[in-house]
């Protein structure tokens, strides 16, 4: 009986023991899982604490770039300032300058007025000169008219005397006739003005009667009334006539055929420099005959015309 009791007495601590070690067991398995759960949470927030001190320390980077940046743009508008105050310095200068100036143009509009009234009336007269110069030209074209007209006639004649004393006037004395000096203008109309003129027609009619035959060259020559060459030549040639030998001034040349006689010859010239006014001779030879010459004069432009 002692020994039942004994053994039971053991067992009952056995069972004891057990339910405190389970106790305990569970208890520390518990607190061990609250302990893990608890480490897990602190390790995420780590985790998440570690990424926000990331992300802030890219904020600071950012701040400071962009304080940075504040400051270069702080001593760029400070600069800007500067020279926009400089500017209005000038602008304020300058309006000064704009009004003494506008000032100044209102005395000059006042005496561009006056002096406006006074062209006007040299305009008045200007007018009533032109108008008498366009009447002055109509009765100049009319004469001009007349005067071709009459020289038409008096070719013609001259052509009929040229027949009539073939015979009785040596041929060495004999020359072209119905010359005709045209100069001319940029747009070829006739000029007699120096200074307008751009180019020289010079032609002449060689009557049958100089028996020229074949194709020859014919040479023109342009002195002044003193003798010298009226522009540059292009050359010299020597011409043989029948009582002197000469070396005369070429300042245009052409080969001509003489199988139609009478003909013209026309020669025109384009000088690089402009003429001036004076009388002037135009000459026409062959190397063996000169076929005569002609005088024709150039006048100064008048400020009216």
């Known amino acids: 009986m002692q020994e039942t009791g004994h053994n039971s007495s053991n067992l009952a601590w056995t069972l004891a023991l057990l339910i405190v070690v389970g106790l305990a067991g569970g208890l ?33 980077r950012d701040l400071k770039s962009q304080l940075e940046t504040a400051a270069d743009d702080k001593v760029y508008f400070d600069k800007r300032l500067n020279q926009f105050h400089s500017m209005l310095s000038r602008q304020d200068q300058q309006l000064d300058k704009v009004q003494q100036a ?3 143009q209102t005395n000059s509009i006042r005496l561009l007025k006056q002096q406006g009234d006074s062209l006007a009336l040299i305009r008045d007269s200007l007018e009533n000169q032109l108008a008498a ?9 009319d004469a001009n008219k ?7 006639d008096l070719e013609q004649e001259v052509r009929k005397l040229t027949t ?3 015979g009785k006037v040596p041929r060495t004395t004999l020359t072209g006739n119905a010359f005709l ?23 002449c009619m060689v009557p049958a009667e100089l028996q020229l035959e074949g194709r020859q060259e014919v040479f023109l020559s342009l002195t002044d009334e003193k003798g010298e060459t009226m522009i540059p030549a292009i050359r010299t040639t020597t011409v043989e006539l029948p009582d002197l030998n000469d070396v005369i001034p070429v ?8 199988t139609q006689v009478p003909q013209r010859i026309v020669f025109q010239i384009s000088p690089a420099n402009t003429w001036r006014a004076g009388l002037y001779r135009a000459s026409i030879y062959t190397r063996e005959a000169f076929l005569g010459t002609v005088e024709f004069r150039l006048r100064d432009s008048f ?3």
Do not use: C
């Not at 518990?30 to 992300?55: C, G, M, P």
């Not at 007349?146 to 038409?152: M, S, W």
């Open 133 to 141: 110069s366009r009447d002055k030209i109509g009765w100049l074209t």
């Open 102 to 104: 506008r000032l100044s």
């Open 164 to 166: 009539d004393m073939a």
């Open 303 to 305: 400020w009216f015309f």
């Open 146 to 152: 007349l005067l071709i007209g009459q020289n038409q």
């Open 251 to 258: 300042h245009a040349a052409q080969m001509v055929s003489f």
């Open 28 to 60: 520390y398995w518990r607190t061990n899982r609250v302990w893990a759960t608890h480490y897990n949470q602190i390790e995420l927030r780590a985790d998440s604490l570690l990424s926000v001190k990331f992300h802030l320390e890219d904020d600071i």
């Open 181 to 203: 000096v045209e100069p001319r203008k940029a747009n070829t109309k006739v000029t007699a003005k120096a200074r307008k003129t751009r180019s020289l027609l010079i032609s």
